[in-house]
């Protein structure tokens, strides 16, 4: 079977098990304070709707953004997404857990992290094209050959990024986003889950970094969008722009995780165990896979040299991918 048809193949069986509930983010927490997330399904029969930090958005089969649609504004905190009401109170410096429902195994892909300034009109009411961007935190590829999303995956579906130390006070909209790459070795075959926060910000910085538009964020045939995942990569290129703050913390799975205080988002609970600091370093590099402009990347071993590729042995991954998709 040639390469070209395998792909196909796989390809149209990635399409068929599209239909299946992939996720979303269920809650952020921040100094043991947990807010909840957005459930689009059943945010779309609320009446009224609940007053979240979390953006309303119209993504009720919890499907993705396609690379066609970069230019549009649901890239920017998904499909016909609307401010949030509410923000969720941090401190520069402080970590914040982000907790998805579910993430499938066969969406690998890295997990990215902005933030954007919505300025004196507040993030309630800024109109989200004029959201300027800039990367706090990026995870690609992983020790052992694993992706971002496994390790989110063996952590219970949890993330954690720290708000930058250097930045201004004020508000800001966190765009938290993963890319899956299981069909990105066709055109228009990456998928971006984007999903956004607002936050208020308490800090003694003065750093106002620059940003691009959501719409600019990336472009559909460059690297790290288009990627076969099939080929026995040793390196993913993270797409988008270069990470633009010191003082924030590399996208990493929770170490111990916290015990949140529900509430309406603003009440104290108890506080998250210590970390250490970020570790400012040198700015990152193309080779950076997981880095936050402060952090030093992972460090992994050399990969061996790859051995030849057969097309048999393709057409077999292919299909253990299809079974482990529709299981």
Known sequence: MSSFTTKAILAALVAAAGVRAHGHVESITVGGTEYEGLNPGAAANENPRKELAAWFATNTDNGFVEPSAFGDADIICHRGAENAVKSAKVKAGE???????TWPESHKGPVIDYLASCGSDGCAKVDKTSLKFFKIAEAGMTSGGNFASDDLIAAGNSWEVTVPTS?????????HEIIALHAAGQENGAQNYPQCFNLEVESDGTAEP?????????????EGIVFDLYNNPTSYPI????????????????????????????GS????????????????SDNDNQ?????????????AAPQPTKTGCK?????????????
């Open 95 to 101: 970590k914040i857990t982000i907790k998805w429902d």
């Open 167 to 175: 930045i201004k006070a004020g508000n800001y909209v966190l765009r």
């Open 210 to 222: 620059e940003g691009v538009a959501g719409t600019s964020l990336y472009t559909a045939d460059e």
């Open 239 to 266: 797409p988008g722009p270069k990470l633009n703050i010191a003082g924030g913390s590399s996208g990493s799975t929770p170490s111990t995780p916290a015990t949140p205080t529900t509430g309406s988002g603003s």
């Open 269 to 284: 609970g108890s506080a998250p165990a210590e970390t250490a600091a970020p570790v400012e370093s040198a700015p990152a």
């Open 291 to 303: 880095n936050n402009g402060g952090a030093s990347p992972v460090q992994t071993e050399a990969p």
């Open 315 to 327: 057409a077999k991954k292919a299909r253990r991918h299809a079974r482990d998709m529709m299981n």
